[in-house]
């Protein structure tokens, strides 16, 4: 059974720092580009970060970059989010996507999701 399922979200102070896991299974998880979206309340889903299968390549969203590192462990089968100086627009459910052989931020070409993490920023 594929699987990804996120952990580490939490509420946090504005300034503050959390890192987001998504352990996946059931899939050669090296094959596959790994990403971060997130769905604030009333607005709609929106890319965040990506990662290929050949790390290190990354792509950021122009709202977090500088801020946020996406980075994966292949032998863990794991992907993070490290979240550094966040602020009160970042809180959101984060998701973790898989897409096989992807290159692209759309989150119609990732395939497989996990259930979401929630991220508050308090001000």
């Known amino acids: 059974q594929v699987q990804l399922v996120e952990s580490g979200g939490g509420l946090v102070q504005a300034g503050g720092s959390l890192r987001l896991s998504c352990a996946a299974s059931?899939?050669?998880?090296?094959?596959?580009?790994m990403a971060w979206f997130r769905q604030a309340p009333g607005k709609e889903r929106e890319f965040v970060a990506r990662?290929?299968?050949?790390?290190?390549?990354?792509y950021y969203a122009d709202s977090v970059k500088g801020r946020f590192t996406i980075s994966r462990d292949n032998a863990k089968n794991t992907v993070y989010l490290q979240m550094n100086s966040l602020k009160p627009e970042d809180t959101a459910i984060y998701y973790c996507?898989?897409?096989?052989?992807?290159?692209?931020?759309?989150?119609?070409?990732?395939?497989?999701w996990g259930q979401g993490t929630q991220v508050t920023v308090s001000s």
């Open positions: 990662i290929l299968w050949s790390a290190p390549s990354t």
């Open positions: 059931g899939l050669t998880f090296s094959g596959y580009t």
């Open positions: 996507a898989a897409g096989l052989g992807v290159y692209s931020s759309t989150q119609g070409h990732y395939t497989i």
